[in-house]
């Protein structure tokens, strides 16, 4: 199947900073990505729809303010934590639609702030 | 919001055994899929079945759906200590149109014992 990766895997950062995570779909174009967040022992919760070149469409209580995504290219879309708290603290996992509608998702970024 | 609800929570069989989970879903969908993650990493698909289908078989892996239920069961034959992982079943609504959209259920944790 295809591939989707996240960098980083893991980062751990202060409270007050932001951090940036890419998701790639290393071959096949995504026209769509997800952006997905888990906090321990709880399912993944849908935070945001990104179509290529287009503002993401954010799920109700997500502040947009505070994740930032960008999907400038059919390969890369960003999420970026900022002012990152304690709270913020979790598994973020993106997910890459093809052209056919199958979903790939990536293997995750944990996220812990200090 | 979530969508799926697995049942059981937990499960806990020995190697060899037959493991069932089952999935509730509330609205109507294009498409039911089921994935396993293992601890504190990323998303592995397992099987995808569409809303015309009824059964669908991948391996040890049997996976239906009832519509009329709303409804899914997953199961895994003569399962193995390496099948041990958290197990969601993922719905895409019927109308999501071109964002299809996946909603995690909160999930099964399966542990096989040797």
């Known amino acids: 199947g295809a591939v989707v990766s996240q960098h980083p895997s893991w980062v751990i950062c202060k409270s007050g900073t932001s951090v940036k995570i890419e998701c790639r779909s290393l071959?096949?174009?995504?026209?769509?990505m997800f952006w997905y967040r888990q906090f321990p022992k709880q399912s993944l919760m849908l935070m945001a729809t990104?179509?290529?070149?287009?503002?993401?469409?954010?799920e109700q209580g997500v502040e947009k303010d505070k994740f930032l995504i960008n999907h400038a290219s059919l390969t890369l879309s960003t999420l970026t934590v900022t002012s990152a708290h304690p709270e913020d603290s979790s598994f973020y996992i993106c997910?890459?639609?093809?052209?056919?509608?199958?979903?790939?998702f990536g293997p995750g970024t944990r996220l812990t702030v200090l | 919001s979530q969508q799926g609800e697995e049942d059981p929570q937990a499960l806990s069989i020995q190697e060899g055994e037959n493991a069932t989970m089952n999935c509730s879903y509330k609205?109507?969908?294009?498409?039911l899929q089921w994935y396993r993650q293992n601890s504190g990493r990323g998303l592995v698909h397992l099987i995808l079945i569409r809303s015309n289908e009824r059964e669908k078989h991948s391996g040890r892996l049997r996976v239906t759906l009832d519509t009329s239920k709303k409804s899914s069961s997953l199961l895994i034959t003569a399962s193995r200590a390496a099948d041990t992982a958290s197990y969601f079943c993922a719905t895409v609504p019927m109308g999501s149109g071109g964002y299809q959209k996946v909603t995690f259920g909160i999930g099964t944790k399966l542990q096989v014992i040797p």
């Open positions: 997910s890459a639609r093809d052209q056919v509608a199958e979903q790939f």
């Open positions: 990104s179509n290529e070149g287009s503002k993401a469409t954010y």
């Open positions: 071959d096949f174009q995504a026209t769509t």
């Open positions: 609205t109507s969908i294009n498409n």
